[in-house]
């Protein structure tokens, strides 16, 4: 099977979705691998690396795009690009195909098979393959960095001649993936931390990496999959309640709290930052799902009364070497699943391949993304 890299489009997006380290086993598993010359450049990785690999450089994207049976990418294909795609060719990508539907109707329309990668079940079986996971670990370390950087202070605790520095106190809401790589982050880097979050197992992880658990004795909220669910409004609002007194209290408030196929719940209000000190640092990684505090913005810095409120959008795209380097395993596992001898075999029984697929022989066949769009498919 010919696998074809073409370089990102999308604006800000500095990843790839194959690297050179891992384009060796793609190859040994009997694919030919395509890629557009400059795909890895923003992430560190030159067209010489891939050669050295055993893989083709060639100049243009209309050559991957068109010539390839499969096309390995890490955001959506734009218009221009679904358009561009051999007729019938296959695509796995990390795209939210509920809030992209006018390419996903591009991509039924030439009868590309699509997988979605954030459609994974989170099982032990498909940990190998969960970009949902390793692109949240970046997130939630580049997170900590972004807050220590913009912070006025210290992190750690320190005890000099001129007087002793007490620790920054950091505060994660939201303790999954993301928040979980934060909290270990800040805890590194010397801060004091605590997290909240709404499912019944996050007191354990929270506590087992050393960060002091917020109870709100407000309950769970848990959904499907392992995921939250979404709260009631009446809950919402004595959850921010209940939350004001601790956001007052911290340095820095980290935010990664998400309903899968829902906008992210508001945890932060503007009402409950006025009780934090001049100087602090809310950093929001949430802000492309719709933001977790009230007054972020995407790719934005707001001062908001002294406050400095950061709206990260693609956090892993900051760290692409190695967001890159695991994302590239997450694709090689998954296409290694549904290939045999060199040839696409997906067997849709399988629950990996049936959950993640997205579009087949010209029909939007994702139950959930097909409602969105109506009757019309
Ligand atoms: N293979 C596996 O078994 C596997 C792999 C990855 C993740 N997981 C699990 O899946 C779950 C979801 O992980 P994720 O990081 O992708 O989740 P996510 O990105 O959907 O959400 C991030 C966190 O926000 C939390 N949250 C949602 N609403 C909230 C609210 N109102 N207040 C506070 N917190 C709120 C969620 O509970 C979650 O922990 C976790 O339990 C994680 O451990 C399992």
Redesign the pocket.
């Known amino acids: 099977m010919k696998v074809g890299i073409p370089t990102e489009t999308q604006p800000g997006e500095n990843r790839v979705a194959m690297v050179p380290a891992v384009a060796g086993s793609v190859i040994a598993a009997g694919h030919q691998l395509v890629v557009q010359s400059g795909a890895g450049t923003a992430s560190g990785y030159p067209d010489a690396d891939y050669q050295a690999a055993g893989a083709t450089v060639v100049p243009s994207g209309a050559e991957v795009l068109g010539g390839s049976d499969m096309i390995l990418k890490v955001q959506v294909p734009s218009m221009a690009e679904a358009g561009a795609l051999r007729e019938g060719a296959a695509l796995i990508a990390l795209f939210s195909p509920g809030r992209r539907l006018d390419e996903v109707r591009a991509l039924a329309g030439r009868r590309v098979t699509s997988f979605s990668l954030e459609l994974l079940p989170?099982?032990?079986r498909?940990?190998s393959m969960?970009a949902?996971?390793s692109q949240?670990t970046v997130a939630g370390y580049r997170g900590v960095l972004i807050a220590a950087n913009r912070l006025p202070r210290f992190l750690p605790m320190f005890m000099t001649a001129a007087g002793t520095v007490a620790p920054a106190k950091f505060l994660i809401?939201?303790?999954?993936?993301?928040?979980l790589q934060a909290i270990s982050t800040a805890r590194r880097l010397g801060a004091v931390v605590s997290a909240?979050?709404?499912?019944a197992?996050?007191k354990g992880e929270v506590e087992s990496l050393g960060a002091k658990f917020v109870d709100l004795q407000l309950g769970t909220?848990e959904g499907a999959g392992?995921?939250?669910a979404e709260?009631a409004e009446e809950t919402?609002r004595r959850?921010r309640e209940a939350l004001a007194p601790f956001v007052a209290a911290s340095d820095v408030v980290i935010t990664?709290?998400?309903?899968?196929g829902r906008p992210a719940?508001v945890?932060v209000t503007a009402e409950m930052m006025k009780g934090m000190r001049a100087g602090s640092v809310v950093v929001d990684l949430a802000s492309d799902t719709g933001g977790n505090v009230e007054v972020s913005r995407p790719g934005e810095e707001v001062d908001h009364d002294g406050v400095a409120v950061i709206g990260v959008s693609n956090p892993a795209s900051a760290l692409p070497t190695h967001a890159s380097q695991l994302y590239a395993r997450n694709l090689a596992n998954l296409l290694a699943l549904m290939t045999k001898d060199g040839a696409f075999v997906p067997d849709y029984e399988d629950d990996i391949v049936a959950a993640t697929v997205v579009t087949r022989d010209g029909e939007v066949v994702h139950g959930p993304t097909r409602e969105l769009a109506g009757a019309a498919w």
């Open positions: 989170r099982t032990t498909a940990q969960d949902l996971s949240s809401l939201g303790a999954g993936v993301a928040g909240y979050d709404v499912r197992a996050s909220a392992g995921y939250a709260q919402q959850q990664t709290a998400q309903i899968p719940p945890l």
